[in-house]
């Protein structure tokens, strides 16, 4: 194993940490010592991979955002029509953002930090951007597929930022107050919005 891969591995041991401290308190509570105790390292070790809290914070957006990401897109690779795409993806944001609590927990977390930290906030607008580009070509490959006379009067993006904010409040509210929800009627709705 060479030492970048070593480096690496460390530097994934450190954001696992991060996640448990965040699924379990509150960002503005948890210190570089919490994490290097979660992860098993003292401080200063924590701090030769990771020389501030924003880079360790930074890492972790890329590596949970980037996870996201790929495993969505994914899910959607090979030869699916449009109304098995929106299928998926609806069924995918339920299970990331709705079914998983700790997934929300971490990202109202980020969210916070963001309104504190301006270099967080850049980077979590590009992931609600990158997230809302992806709902969106789902709905223009559904719409592409139905004559225009049965279209929405709604464009895709105004559409995708409507699933977006269901998806993620949806996962928000769980978590905070569970209630017995049907999650194939959520799914349902969603996808009805993807094929406009």
Same mark, same amino acid.
């Given at each position: 194993?060479?030492?970048?891969?070593?480096?690496?591995?460390?530097?994934?041991?450190?954001?696992? *940490?991060?996640?448990?401290?965040?699924?379990?308190?509150?960002?503005?509570?948890?210190?570089?010592?919490?994490?290097?105790?979660? *992860?098993?390292?003292?401080?200063?070790?924590?701090?030769?991979? %990771?020389?501030?809290?924003?880079?360790?914070?930074?890492?972790?957006?890329?590596?949970?955002?980037?996870?996201?990401?790929?495993d969505h897109r994914?899910?959607?690779?090979? $030869?699916?029509?449009?109304?098995?795409? *929106?299928?998926?993806?609806?069924?995918?944001?339920?299970?990331? %953002?709705?079914?998983?609590?700790?997934?929300?927990?971490?990202?109202?977390?980020?969210?916070?930090? *963001?309104?504190?930290?301006?270099?967080?906030?850049?980077?979590?607008?590009?992931?609600?951007?990158?997230?809302?580009?992806?709902?969106?070509?789902?709905?223009d490959d559904a719409?592409?597929?139905?004559?225009?006379?049965?279209?929405?009067?709604?464009?895709?993006?105004?559409?995708?930022?409507?699933?977006?904010?269901?998806?993620?409040?949806?996962?928000?509210?769980?978590?905070?107050?569970?209630?017995?929800?049907?999650?194939? $009627?959520?799914?349902?709705?969603?996808?009805?919005? %993807?094929?406009?």
């Amino acid at each position: 194993m060479d030492k970048q891969e070593k480096i690496r591995k460390k530097k994934i041991i450190i954001l696992d *940490a991060l996640k448990q401290c965040l699924q379990q308190d509150v960002y503005s509570r948890i210190t570089v010592q919490d994490v290097a105790d979660e *992860a098993g390292f003292s401080k200063g070790g924590l701090l030769h991979y %990771f020389p501030t809290k924003e880079e360790m914070y930074l890492e972790l957006m890329e590596y949970i955002f980037n996870d996201i990401q790929y495993d969505h897109r994914e899910v959607l690779k090979g $030869n699916l029509e449009s109304k098995e795409k *929106a299928s998926i993806s609806a069924l995918y944001g339920i299970e990331r %953002f709705i079914l998983d609590t700790s997934t929300i927990r971490i990202f109202i977390n980020l969210v916070m930090y *963001a309104y504190e930290e301006e270099k967080i906030m850049i980077r979590l607008r590009q992931f609600i951007r990158q997230h809302l580009e992806l709902y969106q070509n789902i709905i223009d490959d559904a719409r592409s597929d139905i004559p225009s006379r049965r279209k929405s009067d709604f464009d895709a993006e105004f559409t995708a930022r409507i699933a977006q904010m269901i998806v993620l409040s949806t996962g928000l509210f769980e978590s905070i107050d569970p209630v017995p929800m049907d999650t194939m $009627n959520v799914m349902k709705y969603i996808i009805s919005l %993807f094929k406009g």
